[in-house]
């Protein structure tokens, strides 16, 4: 639907022009920013595919989604994404996606949760990573059903303390070679630390916030690492409360203390990537 709008076009047509600078698109590539602002490139001297997935698809404040149902462009979109990756599976490629909006929030449609969930349950060994930001929280959310683990959606802080948080950015580590993501390092600027420094006339800086390996001892950043990391919030509170420590950026003392009401909170959206799903297990 607005896809068809001549805005839409033209926002797109700009996009597709300024991404040229610092990708190096191909023709049919081009085409595709041009027509639903997805893309994907080979990273150079790499078996690693990089795709990046206009999720605003299955964003629930577009309202144009509602209509999804009988959106032939909505249905090229997925069917795009799908293909994109079977390719690179056929060609032996790894694969790792780029959205901005999470399947798991809550502010998505179901449909786009469900349809996440059926393409990691397919191509989840070739998939080795989905990196998302939009809730500007620090959060995961695990690919899963009753059946297996195949999955994990991993939510970068934003750089804006739009919310109340403060401002954060992360690094990820990764074998070049297998395509496993490692780890990452998490940065934030402490806002009252740097509002007092501004008033010195000093500059401030970001700091490192924590690591995955010492803050969750993850060995690495795959779905069945995070699973386990599941199960010990479920056994630990303090570790539990480190993590929503760390979700808003070490923005604000009170998350230190995670009470009940709180970890069922948590727990109901690290595992589970489908909105209703999580709506109905908070509401337990």
């Not at 590539?29 to 997935?53: G, Q």
């Not at 798991?104 to 449909?111: F, L």
């Not at 297996?148 to 109340?164: E, F, L, W």
């Not at 500059?203 to 990391?229: C, I, K, R």
Request: proline share 4%.
């Amino acid at each position: 639907y607005y896809g068809q709008l001549p805005l839409y076009k033209e926002v797109t047509q700009q996009l597709a022009q300024y991404w040229q600078k610092w990708v190096n698109f191909t023709d049919v590539a081009m085409e595709t920013v041009k027509r639903s602002a997805c893309y994907s490139v080979v990273i150079p001297n790499t078996n690693l595919k990089l795709v990046s997935f206009n999720a605003n698809y299955g964003y629930d404040v577009n309202f144009y989604s509602y209509l999804n149902d009988i959106n032939v462009d909505y249905f090229l979109l997925l069917d795009w994404l799908v293909l994109e990756v079977d390719i690179a599976e056929k060609a032996g490629q790894k694969v790792l996606i780029i959205a901005h909006v999470p399947p798991g929030d809550t502010s998505t449609q179901p449909s786009y949760g469900e349809f996440y969930l059926n393409l990691t349950k397919r191509y989840g060994s070739t998939i080795v990573g989905h990196l998302t930001g939009h809730t500007h929280n620090d959060e995961f959310e695990l690919v899963q059903d009753e059946y297996g683990v195949y999955g994990v959606v991993m939510v970068a802080p934003s750089v804006t303390p739009y919310t109340n948080n403060n401002p954060a950015f992360r690094i990820y580590t990764m074998d070049l070679i297998t395509g496993t993501l490692l780890g990452y390092h998490q940065y934030f600027l402490n806002l009252t630390k740097a509002n007092e420094m501004a008033a010195l006339k000093q500059v401030p800086s970001f700091e490192l916030s924590y690591t995955t390996a010492l803050e969750y001892g993850l060995e690495d950043l795959t779905p069945h690492s995070y699973a386990a990391l599941i199960e010990r919030f479920e056994k630990y509170e303090d570790l539990i409360s480190t993590y929503n420590y760390n979700k808003h950026s070490k923005s604000h003392e009170a998350d230190k203390n995670c009470d009940m009401t709180c970890q069922r909170n948590i727990l109901c959206a690290v595992q589970n990537i489908i909105s209703s799903n999580i709506l109905a297990c908070e509401a337990v």
